[in-house]
């Protein structure tokens, strides 16, 4: 079994501190041998990182590029928060990604979007990352995020 953690040394990549909950719920729960992720928001050091929805060439919006950073800041939380629970080198694979993108009328860029995320978990977990996935366009998120991840993972 590899060594996540290793490896997230190895990328130089530094898991952040699990993101509080805003309402009644925990960060993640486990279940037998899967591990479920609340919904996680592009929170750096308690603030939200971007605000806003997605669109192309619109002013005063979250640009695709943003977005796809904010969603690998998701996966980052997301990640912290199996790591609270349960370790990260309990993971044997990502089993399953959901991401909701605040999008503006017309944006339809959805899946590059969480493509944030999904590269993110790939560089870390190589083939163990590899994971089915949903990419939903919503009007609104929490907080005024652009982007909210979920993950599944086996442990």
């Not at 719920?25 to 609340?38: D, E, K, R």
């Not at 605040?102 to 860029?109: L, R």
């Amino acid at each position: 079994m590899a060594s996540w953690k290793a490896r997230l040394a190895e990328l130089g990549i530094e898991l952040p501190q699990v993101a509080a909950p805003l309402a009644a719920y925990v960060p993640a729960v486990q279940s037998g041998s899967w591990v479920f992720t609340s919904g996680q928001l592009p929170m750096v050091r308690g603030e939200l990182s971007t605000h806003g929805k997605v669109s192309e060439g619109a002013e005063g919006v979250v640009r695709p590029e943003q977005a796809t950073a904010a969603a690998r800041t998701c996966a980052l939380n997301a990640l912290a928060a199996v790591d609270a629970l349960v370790g990260l080198d309990s993971i044997k694979r990502v089993v399953k990604v959901v991401g909701f993108v605040a999008s503006a009328p017309g944006f339809t860029g959805q899946p590059a979007v969480i493509n944030g995320a999904s590269e993110l978990l790939g560089e870390i977990f190589g083939d163990a990352g590899v994971h089915a996935r949903s990419a939903v366009g919503v009007a609104e998120l929490p907080l005024g995020a652009p982007v909210e991840l979920e993950l599944i993972v086996e442990i």
